[in-house]
Each structure stands twice: as structure tokens, then as C-alpha cells.
């Protein structure tokens, strides 16, 4: 599993069209065509092939952790296949991506996502602190 993770002063994204890649990719159902969170932690991530729920529980403790440093409970959990090459099939994908926003709301969290399965528009806003980027990669060996 890799992830982006990012401390935003502004994050928006806008539903364009369903994505027809990878093949099988069952979008979400959308309510709303935008999303928006201000001052928030944006946690861009992706499933890939060999990964397990012990990689899940890696991610959501950093995003965690993120959101303790920076001191805001506003996250936007964001599926993004691009940062791997060997990538889950999409039913792993959104079946982790929507564990990982039921936990997430389950706790003290303010949460919202961009959608599974769609391409979309994106204004971010990243702040510049030292640890406003975050890139992860967790797998069976990392801590």
C-alpha cells in the first residue's frame, strides 16, 4: 500500500465521469458531484496486489498520527491508483477504501472522500510546514 499525505489548507474535487480503468471498476454512488474540506489532512492512497489488512491498519495509524501532529480532526480520504504499478483489482480496492471510511468515521474524525471509481477535477491548497508531505509505503515488512 502507498500513500500521499498531505496537511491542506483547501481541498476540492469535482466528479467528471466514471473511470472505465482498471477494468471492473464499479464507481461509488454519489450523492454529491463536489467535495470540499478546508484545513484538513488529504490521505491519497493505493491497493495494491499483495496487500492485507495489516497494511490497512499501518495507513489508518498514520493518518492518525498525521491528524494528531497537525492538529485537525478533517480528513479527505482520497483512493488514487496512481502511485503503483501493481495495483489490487478494484473490488480489493474499494473494499479496503471503504473500511478505511467506516473506521474512520466510527471515531472522533470529520470525514469525507473523493469517490471510488471516477475520474475527477482537483484544487489543492498544501500548506509548507515540514511535515505537510508525507509519502508511504507499507508493506508486510514495514513497521
Not at 10 to 29: A, D, H, L, W
Not at 41 to 48: D, G, H, K, W, Y
Not at 126 to 134: D, E, L, M, Q
Amino acid at each position: 500500500m502507498r500513500a500521499l499525505i498531505l496537511h491542506a489548507n483547501k481541498f476540492v474535487t469535482k466528479v467528471v465521469r466514471n473511470s472505465n480503468k482498471p477494468f471492473g471498476i464499479e464507481p461509488e454512488t454519489v450523492n454529491e458531484p463536489v467535495q470540499e474540506m478546508n484545513e484538513c489532512i488529504v490521505a491519497f492512497f493505493t491497493v495494491e496486489k499483495s496487500d492485507s489488512e495489516n497494511e490497512l491498519e499501518k495507513l489508518y495509524s498514520e493518518i492518525a498520527k498525521a491528524s494528531k501532529e497537525t492538529g485537525t480532526k478533517n480528513l479527505m480520504i482520497s483512493p488514487f491508483v496512481h502511485l503503483s504499478n501493481n495495483i489490487a483489482e478494484p473490488k480489493k480496492a474499494k473494499e479496503f477504501y471503504e473500511k478505511m471510511m467506516k473506521k474512520f468515521k466510527d471515531s472522533e474524525y470529520v470525514v469525507d472522500s473523493s469517490p471510488f471509481g471516477y475520474h475527477k477535477s482537483l484544487l489543492l491548497d498544501v500548506k509548507g510546514h515540514p511535515t505537510s508531505f508525507r509519502y508511504r509505503e507499507f508493506n508486510s515488512g514495514s513497521k
